[in-house]
């Protein structure tokens, strides 16, 4: 029995779901993790940190926020797909996400 991998790129939707989810939830609950466990002040966004002494409200300032970036890249599909390389900025940005979860979640389980 052979089992074949296929790739098939991600619709742009998806890549567009991919980066509201990384930026809206994983980073706003790391954010808030680091915050409980590190304290608030090692947060870089000011705005963010004026927040996290409401955590409730932190959280869906930055989802809000992920989740309107996503509907303006969703309405400009058009015109994003003439970008040269704009497969490779939705990377990026997925990546940069993961990378900042991944330092807030460092930052909150290194001091426990």
Avoid at 3 to 31: K, Q
Wanted: net charge neutral; proline share 4%; aromatic share 10%.
């Amino acid at each position: 029995m052979s089992h074949r991998f296929r790739f098939e790129r991600p619709a742009y939707a998806e890549l567009v779901i991919a980066v509201v989810v990384v930026w809206g939830v994983c980073d706003g609950l790391s954010t808030l993790l680091a915050a409980e466990f590190a304290g608030a002040h090692l947060e870089a966004n000011p705005f963010i940190r004026s927040l996290l002494s409401m955590p409730a409200l932190a959280f869906a300032v930055q989802l809000g926020g992920a989740v309107a970036a996503g509907a303006i890249a969703l309405a400009g599909e058009r015109f994003i797909r003439t970008v040269p390389g704009w497969r490779v900025w939705f990377a990026v940005l997925i990546g940069g996400g993961i990378g900042v979860t991944g330092l807030n979640l460092l930052v909150a389980f290194a001091i426990v």
